[in-house]
């Protein structure tokens, strides 16, 4: 399983839109203490030697984090960022044990991963719905004088106090789950793509970087389903931090297969294949070993001839014959779909084996 260290990017300073689509959180969180013991001994009218009769005390509350469906983003940890669970109750008199302290549970969306403060250490990576974990356990309770009576010992005068709970920092970093990811240059049509083939409403203009957060869509074709995700273009030097950087490029470590589209009015696609290519290598973390499909895109903006010239450009540089395709015609995309479903379908019945994450 690939686990991709925590890095602190810009938020909405600079990019003001980055605020509603939040993947990476830092969150404090601290676990209930147990409760007090209590040192009580039984009084009534007529018993002479009542014994102790001191409850333990509760225990604390955990601090749970719980994958759950209707959430795509970490937003709602961008104005609370501190979980404290309830403390366990004291004991009382007449063997009365103090009441366990509540749980606090953070819902996160599916995919979400879990990191230590160092944001390397993976604690868990949450996939499925339902799927839950306990970051920081709560304090169990002390007991009570009459958890220590004996028959040599039959008045004792101490109870223990609750144990502390625990205090972390986790950080919390999203990766969709989605079947297949779009990439490319930006202005490569890949929003228009996912319009066109899903009922996503992505934001479409004629100008770059148009899509400043991920996008997911359903697609259907030929009775089957998958999901498709438009991630933000990426242009040379982004995984220094150029553009808008390869932050998001995460967001395709769980797809299945990627759709390369490379605008086919450019002036060169075989030069822009490459570039997104580069970027995906110094990227890392087996992107580049996916299987990709590639298409030209844009095929109702240029003649034929151009499509023959760029599309002989592509072909030599990534090795194989790739797809013609245009969103606002429809021409091509219906082979695209195919193409992609068939490998999301034949990865769906062979998957690869995946190390079970190691919850700390």
């Known amino acids: 399983m690939c686990q991709t260290p925590f890095r602190e990017w810009p938020r909405d300073a600079i990019y003001p839109n980055a605020m509603k689509f939040l993947d990476e959180a830092k969150v404090y969180i601290a676990s209930g203490a147990g409760g007090n013991g209590c040192v009580s001994f039984r009084r009534e009218k007529f018993i002479e030697f009542g014994g102790p ?11 749970v984090v719980e994958a ?24 009382m008199g007449k063997d009365r044990a103090g009441a366990n302290g509540k749980d606090v549970v953070l819902k996160v969306p599916v995919g979400t991963q879990i990191y230590e403060e160092d944001g390397e250490t993976l604690i868990a990576d949450l996939t499925h719905v339902g799927e839950s974990v306990t ?7 002390g007991f009570g004088n009459a958890h220590f009576k ?25 990766k969709l789950i989605a079947d297949a990811g779009l990439i490319g240059l930006p202005n490569a049509g890949k929003s228009t793509f996912l319009a066109a083939v899903s009922a996503a409403k992505p934001k479409i203009a004629d100008y770059p970087f148009t899509t400043l957060h991920p996008q997911l869509g359903v697609v259907e074709v030929d009775g089957r ?24 490029l995460g967001h395709t470590e769980r797809c299945r297969v990627l759709l390369h589209l490379v605008d086919g009015t450019g002036e060169d696609a075989g030069a822009a294949y490459k570039t997104v290519r580069a970027e995906l290598e110094a990227y890392g973390h087996g992107l580049t070993e996916k299987p990709e499909i590639i298409a030209l895109s844009k095929a109702d903006a240029v003649t034929k001839d ?32 195919r193409a992609l479903a068939a490998i ?6 062979n998957p690869q084996p995946e190390e079970a994450p190691q919850y700390l």
């Open 68 to 91: 759950v469906t209707g959430l795509n983003t970490l937003i709602d940890y961008r104005y609370q960022q501190h979980f404290k669970a309830q403390r366990g109750g004291n004991g």
């Open 135 to 141: 970051i920081s356990k709560g304090g169990n309770g």
């Open 225 to 248: 389903e998958f999901v498709l995700a438009d991630l933000p273009g990426l242009i040379e030097g982004a995984h220094e931090g150029t553009g808008l950087g390869d932050r998001f």
């Open 306 to 337: 151009a499509i023959k010239v760029q599309s002989a450009k592509l072909k030599k540089a990534c090795k194989k014959t790739p797809l013609v395709v245009s969103a606002q015609s429809h021409e091509g995309v219906q082979e695209v779909l």
């Open 53 to 63: 009769n001191g409850g333990d005390g509760g225990k604390g509350g955990n601090v």
């Open 150 to 174: 004996s028959s040599t010992n039959r008045a004792p005068r101490h109870a223990n106090p609750g144990q502390p709970g625990e205090e972390r920092t986790i950080r919390l970093r999203l």
């Open 344 to 349: 999301i379908e034949k990865a769906q019945k």
